[in-house]
């Protein structure tokens, strides 16, 4: 079984991109093959500085490595050093109805609001099927918002083998794990849109002083209260062991207690948990040539799977004679 998954560099990695999504892909490079990338060509539809996206590039393959992708295990690359995908994009757009494009949700979303599309952000999912189908990839672990594009993605494999020939091994969606919904700082969905995200490996001061800022009600510190559901137990939940959690959970119960405890417990326990990753970033980051090394590599192995299967599509639809 081949898995692959990407993840834009759009932004510095939070805890939500992390717990709802790149410590799942981690678990799963274990299985037969992993491929992991660092979706820049998708991140152009937004980032339009190319310092801010060639910094973000590396920083991301930077932090997935830093927590824990292994090299040796995953196939790690960036989606740009792979251009047989570009190409094998043309051949899917050329199948591609306008309706099906018309109602994703990226694009429908974005014209909806009044704002300006470019063909980019329309034919989206249809680089996103050249990723996954250049890679004869079986399960892509993907969250709820991108279901819909592994459905484009089956539609656009589905009928051009039916219009050509077996060619293209259909992909299903591996649903990430849902109730890994990170709360940001002020209890709403964490998204670097919102402005209330705890960075992965933002300053440990500056983290602190985040966390120490965290919205919480008003309630009396003597009032028992109910941790499921408090946005300040969920954070704490994921960075404490299991014990802690309990005893944490047994106070909110008790009552008795002011929430500045509870955030300094948060950030001493976020602490320790990121700190291997933290000591490993720090190696990494003084060491880019090996970070390009790996992605040099990775993209290496990326290609010969990738060229095998564009080999497989061109001669197909006739571009090159059989
Ligand atoms: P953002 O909302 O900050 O722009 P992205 O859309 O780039 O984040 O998300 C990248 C990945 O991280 C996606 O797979 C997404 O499902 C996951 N993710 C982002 N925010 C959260 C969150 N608050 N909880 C769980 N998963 C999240
Ligand atoms: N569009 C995905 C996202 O924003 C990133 C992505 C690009 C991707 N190509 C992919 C994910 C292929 C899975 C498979 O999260």
């Not at 970033?281 to 040539?289: A, G």
């Amino acid at each position: 079984m081949r898995v692959l998954s990407g993840i834009q560099p759009t932004g510095r990695f939070h805890w939500g991109n992390y717990f709802g999504a790149i410590r799942q892909y981690i678990e799963l490079q274990d299985e037969d093959e992993s491929y992991y990338f660092i979706a820049n060509l998708h991140a152009l539809t937004t980032v339009r500085d190319p310092k801010v996206l060639a910094g973000y590039t590396l920083d991301a393959a930077i932090d997935l490595l830093a927590l824990g992708l292994d090299p040796q295990r995953a196939t790690l690359f960036v989606q740009s050093d792979v251009p047989e995908i570009s190409e094998l994009c043309w051949l899917l757009l050329t199948g591609a109805p306008m309706g099906l494009l018309e109602r994703c949700h990226a694009y429908k979303d974005k014209v909806a609001r009044g704002l300006p599309a470019d063909a980019g952000l329309f034919t989206y999912p249809v680089l996103m099927a050249a990723d996954i189908l250049a890679y004869d990839s079986d399960v892509v672990p993907v969250g709820e918002d991108q279901v819909q594009h592994i459905e484009v993605c089956r539609d656009l494999a589905g009928s051009f083998n039916h219009h050509f020939g077996q060619t293209f091994t259909l992909p299903k969606a591996k649903l990430l794990d849902h109730s890994a919904k990170v709360p940001g700082t002020d209890g709403e969905k964490m998204s670097k849109s919102y402005n209330n995200t705890l960075e992965l490996f933002e300053d440990a001061k500056a983290q602190r002083k985040k966390i120490m800022r965290i919205t919480t009600d008003s309630r009396p510190m003597d009032e028992p209260k109910e941790p499921e559901g408090d946005h300040l137990f969920q954070l704490y939940s994921l960075v404490a062991a299991e014990a802690e959690r309990e005893e944490m959970a047994a106070m909110y119960r008790r009552g008795g207690f002011g929430y500045g405890e509870v955030k300094k417990a948060l950030a001493d326990a976020a602490e320790r948990y990121f700190a291997e990753a933290r000591a490993r970033r720090l190696e990494l980051e003084s060491d880019h040539d090996k970070v390009r090394a790996i992605l040099a590599d990775g993209a290496a192995r990326a290609r010969k799977k990738a060229g095998e299967v564009l080999l497989r599509s061109k001669r197909a639809c006739g571009l090159i004679p059989t």
